[in-house]
T-cell receptor, first 115, second 113 residues
């Protein structure tokens, strides 16, 4: 069975500082991996996805993530945090591209941006 | 429509009552998914439709939960004999191709009192 672990339920960074949100997964087959962002009282918005092409994936709003098979990780980074990045971030895994088996989500990381 | 629409946005019901939650997917999206998000948790998969049929309902927690998609577009999630533990945000998503990622609706916040 697949699973996702997000280290740190809350992460606080200063505006302009590096953002690093950690995600480790377990999967019995090469996974599809996703990062989603959720703003208060809104649905989830796809930030980026890994689908077995390039291991460094660039997404929207300046975010990127690197797939590291040896570490079973898919950490999300952004070089310089902006106040508008404050939100809940979810890492998710699918073993079949999110089609037949849905996505398995982590518990989420709440990103706080300090002015 | 332009996005995935879920109605109502909020629903308060009494324990033991029956509720229906509606999802209107993006036009042309054949795949539709329901998830449940409890407070402080990530979304949990409930059921997946491909067209009119439920291709995977392994996430439904028990037989009080049921979902339909009779014409391959709008879907309704039905919960019988609601319990306080059913309180959560119910999210719907649709997709043209699963690996491309879903488009999520804003969810229905269900509160059972």
């Amino acid at each position: 069975a697949q699973s996702v672990t997000q280290l740190g339920s809350h992460v606080s960074v200063s505006e302009g500082a590096l953002v690093l949100l950690r995600c480790n997964y377990s999967s019995s087959v090469p996974p599809y991996l996703f990062w989603y962002v959720q703003y208060p009282n809104q649905g989830l918005q796809l930030l980026l996805k890994y689908t077995s092409a390039a291991t460094l994936v660039k997404g929207i709003n300046g975010f990127e993530a690197e797939f590291k098979k040896s570490e079973t990780s898919f950490h999300l980074t952004k070089p310089s945090a902006h106040m508008s990045d404050a939100a809940e971030y979810f890492c998710a895994v699918s073993e079949r591209g999110g089609g037949a088996d849905g996505l398995t989500f982590g518990k989420g990381t709440h990103l706080i941006i300090q002015p | 429509g332009a996005g995935v629409s879920q109605t109502p946005s909020n629903k308060v019901t009494e324990k033991g009552k029956y509720v229906e939650l509606r999802c209107d997917p993006i036009s042309g999206h054949t795949a539709l998914y329901w998830y449940r998000q409890s407070l402080g948790q990530g979304p949990e998969f409930l059921i997946y439709f491909q067209g009119t049929g439920a291709a995977d309902d392994s996430g439904l927690p028990n037989d009080r939960f049921f979902a339909v998609r009779p014409e391959g577009s709008v879907s309704t999630l039905k919960i019988q004999r609601t319990e306080r533990g059913d309180s959560a945000v119910y999210l719907c998503a649709s997709s043209l191709r699963g690996a491309d990622g879903y488009t999520f609706g804003s969810g229905t916040r269900l509160t059972v009192v």
